[in-house]
Nanobody, 123 residues
Framework: QVQLVESGGGLVQAGGSLRLSCAASGRDFSNNAMAWFRQAPGKERQRVAAINWNGGNTYYAVSTKDRFTISRDNAKNTVYLQMNSLKPEDTAVYYC????????????????WGQGTQVTVSS
């Protein structure tokens, strides 16, 4: 059974940093693309960042570029999201996602999702 488990969320003041982790189990995703999405109350889910199988190709939403960094450790079957200079508008539930279909991919379609971790940024 595939599981993606996010951790690292919490409450932080504006301008602060958080590092999210997503540990995958039940399947080796080292040859598959992964991503982070977020959803704020009353808003649609948004792709925040995505990374291909070896980290050589990444995507960032315009609102997070230059502040967030996605990375992965294939030996640990884990993907990370380093979030700096956080803003109140970054407040959302953050979800990890993985695809079993694509390798060199930073798109929108993913097959497995985590339960999410809450990130709250106070002003």
């Amino acid at each position: 059974q595939v599981q993606l488990v996010e951790s690292g969320g919490g409450l932080v003041q504006a301008g602060g940093s958080l590092r999210l982790s997503c540990a995958a189990s039940g399947r080796d995703f080292s040859n598959n693309a992964m991503a982070w999405f977020r959803q704020a109350p009353g808003k649609e889910r948004q792709r925040v960042a995505a990374i291909n199988w070896n980290g050589g190709n990444t995507y960032y939403a315009v609102s997070t570029k230059d502040r967030f960094t996605i990375s992965r450790d294939n030996a640990k079957n884990t993907v990370y999201l380093q979030m700096n200079s956080l803003k109140p508008e970054d407040t959302a539930v953050y979800y990890c996602a993985a695809t079993v279909k694509y390798r060199d991919y930073v798109g929108l379609e993913y097959d497995h999702w985590g339960q999410g971790t809450q990130v709250t940024v106070s002003s």
